[in-house]
Each structure stands twice: as C-alpha cells, then as structure tokens.
C-alpha cells in the first residue's frame, strides 16, 4: 500500500487528535491527523478477526542506560529526550526479541519540523507523530508536543516518551506481523475498519506501558510522571477531541479509541510489563 495512511481530522483540534499515523505496508501508524495525500486509513481487527497471532514475547527485562524524564523546556532539551527514550525503548524491545529467539531489526529515528521525505512518501507537520512501515521509521514532529502542552496542558517528560513509546509499538506489530494481519483483515471486512484500527492503537498504547513498566522498574519515571501520560492518553482519545471539537461524541468515527480504553491499556502495559498482556484484539 503506497502512501501515508491518515486519520480523519477533527476540526480545528486535528493537529493534536492523535499519536500516530499508522500505515501497513508503506505508511505511517498514527491517529487523528488528516493527510490529503494519504491512502486508506489504518489496519485495524477485530476480536478473532486476525489470520494468526504474532508470536510469544518475553516480559521486559531490564535495559541499561537513563533517558531521564525533565520537563523539556528549549527545542533541544526536547530532541535530546525524544533521542534518549527512542534510544532507551529500542534497547528493550532488541532484548526482549532476543530473549524470546526472534531477529529484531532496528527502528531509524527522525525528528522533523515542517516536511520530511520518508519511505511512505512525503509527509508534513499537520500529520504529527508518526511510523512507516516501508522505512522502519519513527517520525516525530516537534510541534506536536508543544500544541499538547500549549493547548491542553500536558506537562512533564513521561508524555513525550509516551509517544515514542507508542510508536515504537507500531514498530514491533510490524516486525511481528500484526500490521500486515490487520491491514488483511480490514481488506476482507472494509465495515470493520475503524474496529479494527481502535484495536491496533490500543496494543501500542499497551507496548508502550511496556516500556514504561521497565523505566519503572529502574526508578526513571513516578508516579506523578505515570499521571502526567495518563493525561496526555486522556486529552488525544477520540472521544475527548471529538467532544472538543463538535460537542458530541461518535464511537463509530474512533480509529484510536476512548480516553477510557487509552488509559486502561497504558496503564495494562505498565502494570504487566509483558508484551503478552496486550491482546487487545482477543478483549471484549
């Protein structure tokens, strides 16, 4: 599938709606930000809907190294963090693949401002945070951090790293196969799309707790710091932006899921620390 696969924006308010802008296959893993020039919205399944199920992953062991969670307050304080979480989050899912006898390939990182050329095609701020498939790569536009923390009062370092930390889930359910198992399932059921694309978002929601449970772990993130992503899951859900934006809530419209469902799969990733705990697509 060539091209960035969007999200439908919302308003005025699409620019912060969601995390990533997933695309199967040669596109980004993302949620609500609109793209003109993007192809079909992201995969997304069903319970049972999936043609099989990725394979076993070990628990999180406990990586080495300190991203740090400050409050990013200049354009480089936030690029250094940005780096060092990808940096930290890579190291753990490398191990974790290892530990369950599986290759794992690396992610690349980008942090652009304005455009940027990837291997989905070529992509623009408005998209904000995303993954491509096609290139392996992780995109983060800077000016997304900053609306969350401007417009809806985001703060700390731990939502940022929530974001990496989504995406990088994007990035294992490529690896593992559950981009291209979803992308199929949305081809045999088009009316099950935005299911399935909620159930998508909500696993890397979870991998991301994953990573969160092993900074945990390792007395590199509190519980104020755990609050502060909780908040941030809160304000980019579906039903919250929707509300924002026209007053009234749409579950049928949902690619990322409710400010309900966003918390408790984080907070599901965090608690369990095990990859395994993220079968969102068998949960009622």
Known sequence: MAG??????????????????????????????????ASPSPQRTTPGALASQPPHLEAAPQ????????????EAGRRQLLTAVFDDAQDMWAKIFANSGMHYQQAKLTIFTGDVHTGCGEASSDLGPFYCPADHGVYLDTSFFT??????????????????????????????GTLASVQAAQQAAPAQENQLSVRLELQADCYAGVWI????????????????????????????????????????????????????????????????????????
């Open 63 to 74: 990586p080495s190294g300190s991203p740090g969670f400050p409050a990013p307050t200049t």
């Open 4 to 37: 960035l696969q969007a999200r439908r924006a919302l308003g005025a308010l699409a620019a912060v709606a969601a995390l990533v802008l997933v695309v199967a296959g040669c596109g980004g893993s993302g949620g609500g930000y609109g793209d003109s020039s």
């Open 213 to 284: 449970h092993s900074s945990y772990a390792r007395d590199l993130v509190s519980d104020a710091d755990l609050n502060d992503a909780l908040h941030a899951a809160t304000v980019i859900a579906d039903d919250f932006q929707q509300h924002k934006a026209t007053g009234t809530v749409r579950p049928d419209q949902w690619t990322h899921g409710s400010a309900a469902q966003r918390r408790q799969w984080l907070a599901t990733g965090f608690t369990k620390g095990d990859p395994d705990s993220c079968d969102t697509f068998s949960a009622q």
């Open 147 to 176: 609306a969350l923390q401007q417009r809806f009062g985001v703060q700390g370092g731990l939502p940022p790293a929530y974001v990496v930390g989504h995406e990088m889930g994007h990035h294992v359910q490529n690896l593992v």
